[in-house]
T-cell receptor, first 111, second 112 residues
């Protein structure tokens, strides 16, 4: 089975722009979660989608949003980028249980 | 408020010996615990998990121990191999909740 894939792998944006990241889960997995990893804050939960519905949300501002499509693929969007949004964004999928399998991440740099 | 803590940022172990990584948690709602291994510029790789109804789970060279009364878990790697050098994260979740709360990680270095 193919693993979780994320595109693009690297992105450079400037402050004020917006960005969309994409995640394709493992085939058959209906839950997709997003995490942000920074050196200072570690791995922080952003949100989780299951069957196109957001089930959980972390403590991030409304500039961070996401959605899930009927094929379980998910996107996350960050609007009005700030320097502090520079991070590795990780997507994880699961069947709905607790074991999540992560993709390689998208490295976002905001200049 | 760090609900999952890994108090050792780094650990060095001789090849062939046992590596013990520790993790403490504060939230008594957590009932499922996982260990992930991470290399730079890659996503975390799932290693092993344990639910709160057990106190031990074993998978090959990896064993996780859970002490619920102490809110403490540990990962034992025996024998340690050079390929085990990575950052290890423990994570916790509550039943039915996909949200994982991660510790800050321990960098394990295996010395040949």
């Amino acid at each position: 089975k193919a693993g979780v894939t994320q595109t693009p792998r690297y992105l450079i944006k400037t402050r004020g722009q917006q960005v969309t990241l994409s995640c394709s889960p493992i085939s058959g997995h209906r839950s997709v979660s997003w995490y942000q990893q920074t050196p200072g804050q570690g791995l922080q939960f952003l949100f989780e989608y299951f069957s196109e519905t957001q089930r959980n949300k972390g403590n991030f501002p409304g500039r961070f949003s996401g959605r899930q499509f009927s094929n379980s693929r998910s996107e996350m969007n960050v609007s009005t980028l700030e320097l502090g949004d520079s991070a590795l964004y990780l997507c994880a999928s699961s069947t709905g249980g607790n074991e999540q399998f992560f993709g390689p991440g998208t490295r976002l740099t905001v200049l | 408020d760090q609900q999952v803590k890994q108090n050792s940022p780094s650990l060095s172990v001789q090849e062939g010996r046992i590596s013990i990584l520790n993790c403490d948690y504060t939230n008594s709602m957590f009932d499922y615990f996982l260990w992930y291994k991470k290399y730079p510029a890659e996503g975390p790789t799932f290693l092993i998990s344990i639910s709160s109804i057990k106190d031990k789970n074993e998978d090959g060279r990896f064993t996780v121990f859970l002490n619920k009364s102490a809110k403490h878990l540990s990962l034992h790697i025996v024998p340690s191999q050079p390929g085990d050098s990575a950052v290890y994260f423990c994570a916790a979740s509550a039943l039915g909740n996909e949200k994982l709360t991660f510790g800050t990680g321990t960098r394990l270095t295996i010395i040949p």
